[in-house]
């Protein structure tokens, strides 16, 4: 009966279009992540950013809803509802909301990875060299603050590798240089360190 069972399997995976499996793989993928990233109580990163001209490199540290980002002389805290963005070169402080709904890994690192919902379809662009790309697609009224994002991670480990995010004609790159657990303790927001820092408070 198994076996039955087996080769009737094999049999309506044949009949099924490619670009059907080809979806069902990306919606693997991405479940299979985000379920990763989910479980770690606590990881970081180190990355290098590209737009246009511009190269940086830095790292974020997450655990739980908070982070700490750092790029050249910038450093970001976020404690999940409040975001402090330290400028050292300008010795100015601008604190907002944290926005909870953005995935992008420059404005909200603890969602970066996480598509689990309807705002994102996923389709699978190419396997190679190790490697699978997702490409995520807004779904129409989703809100989703960016565009198009494509994802790519290791193939059999699922580490991601880059990812990319479109606005408005343009692109931004994220390459995955670092990843790895993090046990902290995680860096917070202290005030008193920048005591004669402006302080903008938008919210």
């Keep these: 009966m198994k076996k039955a069972v087996v080769c009737l399997l094999g049999v309506v995976c044949m009949l099924l279009p490619p670009a059907v499996l080809a979806q069902s793989r990306a919606e693997e993928v991405v479940a299979a992540l985000s379920a990763q990233m989910r479980a770690l109580e606590g990881y970081e990163i180190g990355f290098e950013v590209a737009m246009g001209e511009y190269r940086g490199t830095g790292s974020y540290f997450v655990s739980g809803d908070s982070y700490y980002l750092v790029m050249g002389d910038n450093e970001v805290f976020a404690d999940g509802s409040t975001r402090f963005e330290v400028s050292n070169s300008r010795r100015e402080i601008i604190v907002g909301e944290t926005d909870a709904a953005s995935r992008s890994l420059l404005d909200n690192p603890v969602r970066a990875f996480d598509f689990l ?86 919210r």
Excluded: K
């Design 117 to 202: 919902d309807s705002e994102y379809a996923s389709s699978l662009l190419w396997v190679r060299d190790g490697a699978t790309a997702v490409l995520l697609t807004p779904a129409a009224g989703s809100g989703a603050p960016t565009g198009n994002i494509t994802l790519v991670v290791a193939t059999a480990s699922l580490r991601p590798q880059s990812i990319v995010y479109d606005f408005d004609g343009g692109q931004v790159t994220v390459r995955i240089l670092r990843f790895g657990p993090f046990a902290g303790p995680l860096r917070t927001f202290d005030r008193a360190a920048y005591p004669d820092y402006e302080w903008i408070d938008f």
